[in-house]
């Protein structure tokens, strides 16, 4: 199967309800960095630039830095950002996270989604961010864990109506458990010991949970069997073949699609939020605080009362 990031990216987006909670993401990690126009900022592991662009929005003076590894990534970037006619303060990089090559201090903000996970020496990634923030400068990011127990296909499938259900079990939790799999084996505490270990203060890992429907359609079970968010890692598929041949293989996805195609399912994903600071003073720690307090009231706290007016009245509908 031929790989498009673009595509795949551009898919996850179109999705409404992963979209808006990707965007949703990204406007928080906006809102805790208290981005002042003039600053300069990075954004790793850019993808299609949408952190990027909506960093612009906020930037006058300063520039904004979109790092990405993957060619396609940085191509669409390039386009985008000469159709929009920001290529005075977008600036795309095609490098690794690990080494972007930036000067020391330069960076007032450090943002990420969802790309630290794909790197293996997660420390030398938060080094480099270290090295290249400024005094007073924060790195803000969201990765989600998808070691977590509740990513299991096998947990969808019928145990009594799938021949060889033990054996598939057992490969997906192998693969899951894999200590190796840099991007199932890290949590919230290694992240935490991370930041630590290279001197960032005011450190903070919070852990989220989003609970959310989805139809199961084909396109999707093939997304997440053929694809693995990011070019640079192998696949699901890829993964299995280390335990089963091809034919084995294709028996297994085909009991997947028969039995899987068509249904819904409740999903939890679990998340973190990172925060960081390099050398701090005391109104920074107050300030940070206070965007966490703004943040959890307006959106937390609004949120869920407002869905359980809804329950309590049976609103059907209340946009917000
Ligand atoms: C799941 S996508 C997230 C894209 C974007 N941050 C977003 O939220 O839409 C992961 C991105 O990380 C990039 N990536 C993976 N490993 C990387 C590395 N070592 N250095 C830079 N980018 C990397 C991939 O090319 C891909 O665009």
């Given at each position: 199967?031929?790989?498009?990031?673009v595509?795949?990216?551009?898919?996850?987006?179109?999705?409404?309800s992963?979209?808006?909670?990707?965007?949703?993401?990204?406007?928080?990690?906006?809102?805790?960095?208290?981005?002042?126009?003039?600053?300069?900022?990075?954004?790793?592991?850019?993808?299609?630039?949408?952190?990027?662009?909506?960093?612009?929005?906020?930037?006058?003076?300063?520039?904004v830095?979109?790092?990405?590894?993957?060619?396609?990534?940085?191509?669409?970037?390039?386009?985008?950002v000469?159709?929009?006619?920001?290529?005075?303060?977008?600036?795309?990089?095609?490098?690794?996270?690990?080494?972007?090559?930036?000067?020391?201090?330069l960076?007032?903000r450090?943002?990420?989604?969802?790309?630290?996970?794909?790197?293996?020496?997660?420390?030398?990634?938060?080094?480099?961010?270290?090295?290249?923030?400024?005094?007073?400068g924060?790195?803000l990011a969201?990765?989600?864990?998808?070691?977590?127990?509740?990513?299991?296909?096998?947990?969808?499938?019928?145990p009594?109506?799938?021949?060889?259900?033990?054996?598939?079990?057992?490969?997906?939790?192998?693969?899951?458990?894999?200590?190796?799999?840099?991007?199932?084996?890290?949590?919230e505490?290694?992240?935490?010991?991370?930041?630590?270990?290279?001197?960032?203060?005011?450190?903070?890992?919070?852990?989220?949970?989003?609970?959310?429907?989805?139809?199961?359609?084909?396109?999707?079970?093939?997304?997440?069997?053929?694809?693995?968010?990011?070019?640079?890692?192998?696949d699901?598929?890829?993964?299995c073949?280390?335990?089963?041949?091809?034919?084995?293989?294709?028996?297994?996805?085909?009991?997947?699609?028969?039995?899987?195609?068509?249904?819904?399912?409740?999903?939890?994903?679990?998340?973190?939020?990172?925060?960081?600071?390099?050398?701090?003073?005391?109104?920074?720690?107050?300030?940070?605080?206070?965007?966490?307090?703004?943040?959890?009231?307006?959106?937390?706290?609004?949120?869920?009362?407002?869905?359980?007016?809804?329950?309590?009245?049976?609103?059907?509908e209340?946009v917000?």
């Amino acid at each position: 199967m031929e790989k498009n990031w673009v595509f795949w990216l551009s898919s996850m987006y179109q999705n409404y309800s992963i979209g808006a909670f990707i965007e949703n993401v990204m406007d928080f990690l906006i809102i805790l960095s208290d981005v002042k126009k003039t600053h300069t900022v990075l954004d790793c592991g850019t993808g299609l630039g949408t952190l990027a662009f909506k960093l612009a929005d906020k930037i006058d003076d300063g520039k904004v830095y979109a790092l990405d590894v993957d060619d396609e990534c940085v191509k669409y970037c390039n386009d985008l950002v000469a159709k929009k006619g920001l290529i005075y303060k977008i600036e795309v990089l095609k490098r690794s996270i690990d080494e972007t090559k930036l000067q020391n201090a330069l960076v007032d903000r450090v943002f990420s989604r969802s790309a630290i996970m794909y790197l293996k020496n997660k420390q030398k990634v938060f080094d480099e961010f270290y090295r290249i923030l400024k005094d007073r400068g924060m790195v803000l990011a969201y990765e989600p864990i998808v070691g977590e127990k509740y990513f299991r296909i096998h947990k969808l499938l019928n145990p009594k109506k799938t021949p060889n259900f033990e054996f598939y079990k057992e490969i997906e939790e192998k693969i899951r458990n894999n200590e190796d799999d840099f991007i199932y084996n890290y949590d919230e505490k290694t992240i935490k010991n991370n930041l630590i270990k290279s001197e960032f203060k005011c450190v903070k890992v919070i852990k989220t949970y989003t609970y959310d429907y989805f139809d199961l359609t084909q396109e999707r079970i093939n997304r997440r069997i053929f694809y693995s968010n990011t070019p640079t890692i192998p696949d699901f598929k890829e993964k299995c073949l280390k335990y089963m041949n091809e034919q084995e293989f294709n028996i297994y996805y085909n009991e997947v699609i028969k039995q899987l195609k068509g249904k819904r399912t409740y999903a939890k994903t679990t998340g973190l939020f990172i925060i960081g600071i390099k050398n701090p003073k005391i109104s920074d720690y107050l300030k940070l605080y206070l965007n966490i307090f703004i943040l959890f009231f307006s959106y937390v706290i609004w949120r869920n009362l407002l869905s359980l007016l809804e329950r309590i009245f049976k609103l059907e509908e209340i946009v917000f």
